[in-house]
């Protein structure tokens, strides 16, 4: 019915905001009134634990739903915080549940949305319980098809796969020199 999901939310958005690199989109605790896509920038979601700690629950980029589980939520749970300047799209809380309400073909490619992301977080988990980089590489690599980003990017993979860059690269170099 929609080309994309995500896309078809950018193009009927009820509002677009611009925000700074630093800022907040929105804090824990605040109420939910809305669905952000990223369309341009970086966003991440922070939780603070009790012991002072941050733990980071999503990197939103370009083209990224964000903390979508929260609209079934009264309050967010965690902070947004602009990494990158941003610009995302906004959708009401109110509208959004009138139009999942309305529209099953939009109610389908949302639920279809959520289940990637389930298996997206489910991949995730399983590529972190590896224990070493080469394990972690190939896990990495086999969930997305063996391709490898362009070099600027290598940093983003030890994110995801949870080493620091540097081990990234070594273990890459040793792939190459095989």
Wanted: aromatic share 8%.
């Amino acid at each position: 019915m929609y080309e994309g999901f995500i896309e078809h939310l950018i193009g009927t958005a009820h509002k677009q905001r611009e925000l700074d690199q630093g800022s907040y989109l929105f804090h824990q605790d605040d109420p939910v009134r809305s669905v952000f896509v990223v369309s341009e920038g970086s966003i991440e979601l922070t939780r603070h634990q009790r012991d002072g700690a941050s733990i980071v629950l999503q990197r939103a980029s370009a083209g990224t739903i964000l903390a979508e589980a929260s609209i079934y939520s009264e309050n967010y749970h965690c902070d947004a915080v602009v990494t990158l300047p941003s610009v995302v799209i906004e959708w009401s809380k109110r509208i959004f549940f009138a139009r999942l309400e309305k529209d099953k073909g939009f109610a389908n490619l949302w639920a279809a949305h959520l289940a990637r992301e389930v298996q997206s977080a489910r991949g995730q988990i399983e590529i972190l319980s590896r224990k070493t980089v080469a394990e972690r590489v190939d896990g990495w690599l086999a969930w997305q098809g063996n391709n490898l980003p362009a070099k600027g990017h290598w940093k983003e993979i030890a994110v995801q796969i949870g080493v620091s860059p540097e081990a990234l690269y070594r273990e890459l170099a040793k792939r190459r020199s095989v």
